[in-house]
């Protein structure tokens, strides 16, 4: 009978009215809406979303309590595997995780997993977010987790839950990584949301200290050798833009999504209460495919831009999510597919006045099964613009890197570990962005995780050593 019921739609603002503020787009399930939804769920013996699930969620027995009504049990299966519910339920790309995974899915629409992780997780927030948690006994061992991003979030919670003194190093002024620079306000509430899913962290026992650039302020080697921390993880994210390297790049106007994101995000640009300062023009074309590339096309609409999306390669191959795709086209975002930049063109006074740019056609599938993009002769045109954001990837920032002897990096500049987390260095661990390069929140959170037990298992060799 579950399959029988269409799965229930998710009430959203009206795009003509979204397109101009920054209040969250999607209002997820109250709570009937959710408990249908729930019925939905088949109960697999074998549930496949839970293998799908980077952090490996009891999907099926949280759906479950949540059917029901038993909505506080349900929140307390999510809290067994992840710290961020109300955060994964509206960023996660549960349609090729653990939605897409749904065996509902194959004939059907799967069971909406992430719009009732988001129920569950807001209901924690808005009813028990104030409980204190269960006091863990101290094991006497102290971890530093570098950054307060996703993957520093999980690791530490779960090393504090196993009774680790933990401390988070933030070198920016405010909490939370990614998750309050990189992602709009309209997709992730930061007050609402952000904030309090950070408070419940800290309820854990966890310290947070910001404004400590790890590399400057401290090192790794003197949080282990001055400091009395007996492991670090690094989880520092992965800030450093790439560009194309075309003429004109340096041009007044032309921008870095992080750059352009942080502006808007952490410096709040798009309130008019804040004087920070953020140059949007008439016309802003923003080069790239990702959520990143999305997240600023759309805060480029909502500042009052005509915004454009310039890709290289076919709809198909877009690698930001469905959703993020559905919701720009419906913002009003134009999208120019099986397009490539080849230089930014300057008026009179240096500033930007267009984009010249070649027409492309798919060729041949590269390393990653995708088909390259290859140029059409003859086909070059300009595009006007007075901003252009480029959102083609980020690297990590190479600061903790070169200050730390021993740490081996790829030839991309991120750290090399192994699945459990481990560096080169003894006692040494990382995981998330600073690990894979820019990739989604609940990956790094997996990584945290992983590299938690890591570190559990490590000190616990240490201390059996010692006593033998």
């Not at 503020?21 to 939804?37: I, K, M, P, S, T």
């Not at 023009?281 to 805060?299: E, P």
Request: aromatic residues 4%.
């Amino acid at each position: 009978m579950a399959n029988r019921i269409p799965r229930v739609p998710v009430r959203e603002q009206d795009p003509q009215v979204r397109a101009a503020n920054f209040e969250e787009v999607c209002h997820g399930y109250d709570r009937q809406e959710a408990l249908l939804e729930a019925s939905r769920c088949l109960r697999c013996r074998k549930p496949r979303c839970v293998e799908a699930c980077p952090v490996g969620i009891a999907i099926p027995d949280f759906i479950a309590a949540l059917h029901e009504g038993r909505i506080a049990e349900a929140a307390g299966i999510i809290a067994r595997d992840s710290s961020l519910p109300s955060v994964c339920g509206r960023v996660c790309p549960q349609e090729t995780q653990c939605e897409g995974a749904c065996v509902l899915g194959v004939k059907g629409e799967p069971v909406a997993i992430g719009k009732l992780e988001r129920f569950v997780g807001d209901w924690q927030l808005e009813n028990a977010s104030g409980a204190a948690a269960a006091a863990v006994p101290r094991n006497g061992h102290k971890v530093a987790v570098i950054g307060s991003g996703p993957a520093g979030l999980a690791c530490a919670s779960d090393l504090a839950k196993t009774g680790y003194e933990v401390k988070i190093f933030e070198a920016l002024h405010k909490v939370g990584g990614v998750l309050v620079y990189g992602i709009p306000e309209f997709r992730l509430p930061k007050e609402r949301i952000v904030a309090r899913e950070i408070e419940a962290v800290k309820r854990l026992g966890v310290e947070i200290e910001t404004d400590v650039v790890v590399g400057r302020t401290v090192t790794v080697d003197s949080l282990l050798d001055e400091e009395g921390y007996e492991a670090v993880f690094i989880g520092s994210g992965a800030g450093l833009p790439r560009f194309m390297g075309i003429p004109g790049e340096n041009l007044n106007g032309v921008v870095s999504a992080n750059e352009f994101l942080t502006r808007a995000n952490l410096m709040h640009a798009y309130d008019a209460r804040y004087d920070t300062p953020i140059h949007v023009g008439r016309r802003v074309a923003v080069v790239g495919g990702g959520n990143v590339a999305m997240d600023a096309v759309r805060t480029a609409r909502r500042l009052g831009a005509e915004a454009t999306i310039v890709y290289r390669r076919s709809e198909k191959e877009l690698p930001a999510r469905a959703e993020e795709v559905h919701h720009a086209r419906e913002e009003g975002i134009r999208f120019r597919m099986l397009t490539n930049p080849v230089e930014v063109l300057a008026d009179e006074r240096g500033w930007v006045r267009g984009l010249r740019c070649v027409e492309m056609e798919l060729g041949e599938p590269d390393e990653s099964g995708r088909r390259s993009p290859v140029a059409k002769p003859g086909s070059e045109f300009d595009l006007p613009c007075d901003v252009v954001v480029m959102a083609l990837g980020t690297s990590p920032n190479p600061l903790i890197a070169s200050t730390t002897e021993g740490l081996r990096t790829d030839r991309r500049g991120c750290i090399e570990a192994d699945a459990q987390g481990a560096t080169s260095r003894p006692g040494v661990f990382a995981g998330g962005d600073a690990v894979t390069g820019a990739a989604t929140v609940i990956l790094a959170m997996g990584a945290g995780r992983a590299a938690a037990r890591a570190i559990d298992e490590y000190l616990r060799g240490k201390e059996t050593a010692r006593t033998e």
